[in-house]
T-cell receptor, first 111, second 113 residues
Framework: SQQGEEDPQALSIQEGENATMNCSYKTSINNLQWYRQNSGRGLVHLILIRSNEREKHSGRLRVTLDTSKKSSSLLITASRAADTASYFCATDARGAQKLVFGQGTRLTINP | DAGVIQSPRHEVTEMGQEVTLRCKPISGHNSLFWYRQTMMRGLELLIYFNNNVPIDDSGMPEDRFSAKMPNASFSTLKIQPSEPRDSAVYFC???????????FGPGTRLTVT
């Protein structure tokens, strides 16, 4: 089964609103990463948060990590049409030298 | 840097034919990953290499799939013989090390008829 699972599977909001996506995972991790995939393209790395960090910012992105709940959230503030994409979380289970990706959240920003 | 380069970008072939997908990693990246993405199964890790050595091929669906990395600049994923259910987008990704952020290529869209 997937190590990381995103919620919701799809999200549609108006431009300018904030978008929040969640990720839950099962085993202890070293770090958690978020990626974006535009239609027909490869995934693009957005942000990495380590297991000893609780919050991280990058521009309009804010990521939180709660290791006690084994969950993370990605917040995109002041959304733009260009943010329309699928967003994936990826985790590296401790002892496993690889990332495992979730199924992704499809985000649609309506102009 | 040109990023991860994959070729071809699109491949249409008939069932039973051999298909070879190619990947050139970013210079200096020691880890290389092959993924397959479909609507039904999402993004699946097929195999990954560290320093040209295959580390985990547990995601390779069956013996029809094979991957090689003869040097730090080149990797191939081969399907022989191909089947319609192999139709998918195949991504190559590389990173400095297996725990770090991965850089994805543009993908190869494979259609097997």
């Amino acid at each position: 089964s997937q190590q990381g699972e995103e919620d919701p599977q799809a999200l549609s909001i108006q431009e300018g609103e904030n978008a929040t996506m969640n990720c839950s995972y099962k085993t202890s991790i070293n770090n958690l990463q978020w990626y974006r995939q535009n239609s027909g393209r490869g995934l693009v790395h957005l942000i990495l948060i380590r297991s000893n960090e609780r919050e991280k910012h990058s521009g309009r992105l804010r990521v939180t990590l709660d290791t006690s709940k084994k969950s993370s959230s990605l917040l995109i503030t002041a959304s733009r049409a260009a943010d329309t994409a699928s967003y994936f979380c990826a985790t590296d289970a401790r002892g496993a030298q690889k990332l495992v990706f979730g199924q992704g959240t499809r985000l649609t920003i309506n102009p | 840097d040109a990023g991860v380069i994959q070729s071809p970008r699109h491949e249409v072939t008939e069932m039973g034919q051999e298909v070879t997908l190619r990947c050139k990693p970013i210079s200096g990246h020691n880890s290389l990953f092959w993924y397959r993405q479909t609507m039904m199964r999402g993004l699946e890790l097929l195999i990954y290499f560290n320093n040209n050595v295959p580390i985990d091929d547990s995601g390779m669906p069956e013996d029809r799939f094979s991957a090689k990395m003869p040097n730090a600049s080149f990797s191939t994923l081969k399907i022989q013989p191909s089947e319609p259910r192999d139709s998918a987008v195949y991504f190559c990704a590389t990173s400095i090390d297996s725990y770090y952020e991965q850089y994805f290529g543009p993908g190869t869209r494979l259609t097997v008829t």
